[in-house]
């Protein structure tokens, strides 16, 4: 039986001699297109530390240079502040226009108790000559005095209205922070400003009840500035009676042995002769709040298999970028310390090394 394609299809797809390698091209390039299998994700890299052991440490408190005297200063009236004139870190004098509220109404107040007073003034003044003349009885006099007396007081009200809305230094310092801006709203004494009345720094820190009982007036303390300083000396000036109600601790002042400080710095204050805490530290980036426990991964396995366990840890205190535990660690476990908030319960990891 003779095909039905017409002689030229059969000379292109059954007689063409280019019709074998063509399909062997074809096959081959639907063999390429294959999926490959996915190849699985590769554990995450994380850095390792060990938990150090805080014990044999001497104490380590973080502290903030301040001014040795703070004053917050507030409106004695209530409204909208129209302007604050000075900057943080500023220097001011004593008397200085700091802020002002807006004062439309006080001013009007003012125009209107001066053109009440005006006008009593101009009357009394009228029943004084009269009375002398006869013409009206010495009683109208002391009315009019009386009523004058009043308009002086209502002026004085007004005048004194007016001042409140005008803030002014009370005494010579710095600024150390504007709490609010101009446009906001503020209630009675509500503190827009602080300002630091001495030029003589103080180091505030605090401690635990159990840091406390190992200090004592006249210390002397080690001072390092984070910011890379050399370190300098100081002297405990103060010690807390009761912990503060925001932090439980208590409050800790220190004399530095330099003046040129600027308010604000941070930096550790170190006593050699006490005794740190009593668990073990670890970085602060290697804990982990979640659902309201704190955990740290602690690395488990050899290499190059390793796995991280979630363990619950109880902190006792946060020292800037190191947490002291109560419980949970013991000193030279290996832990995550850098990328453990994105790892869960027995995932493995790799180690940066």
């Known amino acids: 039986m003779q095909s039905s394609l017409p002689h030229r299809h059969r000379q292109m797809f059954g007689q063409s001699p280019l019709s074998g390698p063509f399909f062997g091209f074809l096959a081959a390039c639907l063999a390429c297109g294959k999926t ?8 995450p890299l994380v850095r390792v530390c060990a938990a ?7 104490l380590e408190l973080r ?10 200063l507030g409106f004695k009236a209530s409204g909208i502040i129209a302007a604050i004139s000075v900057r943080e870190g500023q220097a001011v004098l004593a008397g200085k226009l700091l802020a002002v509220l807006d004062g439309l109404d006080a001013r009007s107040g003012v125009q209107t108790a001066k053109a009440e007073l005006d006008r009593v003034r101009r009357e009394a003044e009228r029943a004084e000559r009269l009375v002398a003349e006869g013409v009206l009885p010495s009683k109208e006099r002391s009315d009019a005095r009386n009523a004058l007396e009043s308009a002086e007081a209502r002026w ?14 009370p005494v010579a310092g710095t600024i150390f922070q504007r709490l609010a801006e101009p446009g906001e709203t503020v209630a009675t004494g509500t ?24 200090l004592q007036v ?50 550790k204050v170190r006593f050699e002769g006490a005794k740190g805490s009593s668990g073990v530290r670890i970085p602060f980036s290697a804990r982990v709040h979640r659902q ?10 050899t290499a190059p298999s390793f796995n991280v366990k979630a363990r619950p840890v109880e902190v006792a205190k946060i020292n800037g970028t190191t947490i002291e535990l109560r419980s949970g660690l013991k000193a030279g476990e290996r832990l995550v310390a850098e990328g453990a908030h994105f790892l869960e319960d027995g995932q493995a990891v790799r180690i940066l090394e």
Do not use: H, M, W
């Open 36 to 43: 490959s299998p996915i190849e699985p994700a590769r554990p």
């Open 52 to 58: 150090e052991d805080g014990s044999g440490q001497g």
């Open 63 to 72: 502290g903030v240079v301040a001014s040795e005297g703070r004053l917050r």
């Open 156 to 169: 004085c009200q007004a005048q004194d209205a007016l001042a409140r809305t005008r803030l002014a230094a």
């Open 191 to 214: 503190p827009i400003l602080e300002l630091d009345t001495t030029g003589r720094p103080v180091i505030r820190t605090g401690a635990t009840e159990r840091e406390l009982s190992q």
């Open 218 to 267: 006249g210390q002397q303390a080690l001072l390092l500035p984070e910011d890379g300083a050399p370190p300098f000396k100081g002297r405990v000036r103060g010690l807390g009676a009761a912990p503060a109600a925001t932090d439980g601790l208590y409050s800790l002042t220190i004399v530095p042995g330099r003046t040129d400080l600027r308010p604000g710095t941070l930096l």
């Open 292 to 301: 309201g426990r704190d955990l740290a991964f602690v690395l488990e396995g």
